[in-house]
DNA sequence: CGTTGAGTTCAACAGCTGATGAGTTTCGCC
DNA sequence: GGCGAAACTCATCAGCTGTTGAACTCAACG
């Protein structure tokens, strides 16, 4: 079987410029706003090749936030030194990633998740299922006090990432991470582990 | 002088109809994704009646949030008690403004100041002028540590306002304010008069 | 009465959107 | 060389957008 003739050429990066390019735009200006004519013409492409491979809108907002999202490798370190100090590692370890390439794709994931609603279920079910599950299995935090420490964690973490990268207020949006992580990694550090009203 | 003849009538209620519809709109999509002819839908006009109202979409916007938010009012009545327990004061406060009626124009703001460049810089500019300004005004912190501070505080209170009314992630979507209160309420107590990272 | 002008509607413009399907080029294999 | 298939382009569709200008309705005034 598997009689696979014809062009089976590399593939030369367009695939990967359209993904870059997708990324890019979906960053600055959310899914809904974000069009794939402007897309195909930054990576120097014909609006309908991005179709060809990827399908509609949505499977290419997909495949643009799959890649370079991978919380299954970074959290591990985190979460190893145990829960002295965790506070500050989670928030120095947290702007890392919104600095690195994988911040567009956050910063895309947030500014779309605004203005729509199955990137708006995408984000939550990222963050319960992608972060707060490995939370749970690598410290010992209550499982029934898990998911409202999670949600506290995540109020100021995502408050700091919207602030910083996407409302951009000063001076927080251009501080030093340190500063930031000094000021901000106790009350991370509370939320997980401090006492929870009834 | 003043020649007015004509039709005078109580102009009886389309005005405020199309601002309730645009608020309402405004809030649930964000100001791009709000389509004027919706608009128009819910509040039962022609379309073109709006423009002849507000002259543009960005005129209705404005005219839409102008309105019912008014940090002059309940400001003071948060900074009278002084800086004790002013964190928790705060965040009731806060929450209390996003369950009522302003809290929709609060939603259509923080929505669309995500996508659309002129209505961040709208947010921005509501923050610092019309709610840091008067923090400084009335609470003695250093002038030149304000800025960080009140940043810091944003970070949190725009985080819990994305969580508990964009984003709706559970539990925080839905607790009882005063849980909410007793756990971030010293979050920004510390913010605003704890000590700050070099 | 008739004029006036505000309240309101109709029809249409140009521009953009995601998507489709047929057509063309270009390569790898037999 | 020539066949097959992938990579890629062109033209076009229907639908939506904000905005415009002319037209119509109708209550109040002189």
Same mark, same amino acid.
């Given at each position: 079987?598997?009689?696979? %003739? ?86 120095? %370890? ?24 199955? !990137? ?7 963050? !319960? %299922? ?24 995540? !109020? ?41 009203? !009834?």
């Amino acid at each position: 079987m598997a009689r696979r %003739t014809g062009r089976r050429p590399g593939n030369q990066g367009t695939r990967e410029a359209i993904l870059d390019a997708a990324r890019a735009a979906f960053a600055e200006r959310g899914f809904d706003a974000a069009s794939i004519r402007a897309i195909a013409g930054t990576a120097g492409v014909d609006p309908a090749l991005v179709h060809h491979y990827f399908g509609s809108k949505d499977q290419l907002f997909l495949a643009a936030m799959n890649s370079p999202v991978d919380p299954g490798e970074v959290l591990p370190k985190v979460l190893a030194g145990g829960a002295d100090g965790i506070g500050e590692r989670l928030v120095r %370890t947290f702007l890392g990633v919104w600095d690195s390439p994988a911040g567009s794709a956050g910063v895309a994931l947030l500014r779309s998740a605004v203005s729509n609603d199955w !990137t708006a279920r995408l984000l939550r079910e990222f963050i !319960t %299922t992608q972060v707060l599950r490995r939370v749970l299995d690598q410290l010992d935090v209550d499982p029934a006090e898990l998911p409202l420490r999670g949600s506290l964690i995540a !109020t100021q973490l995502i408050g700091l990432a919207m602030m910083r990268h996407v409302v951009r207020l000063e001076p927080v949006a251009s501080a030093d991470p340190e500063a930031l992580v000094a000021a901000i990694g106790p009350t991370v550090q509370r939320y997980l582990t401090g006492p929870l009203p !009834t």
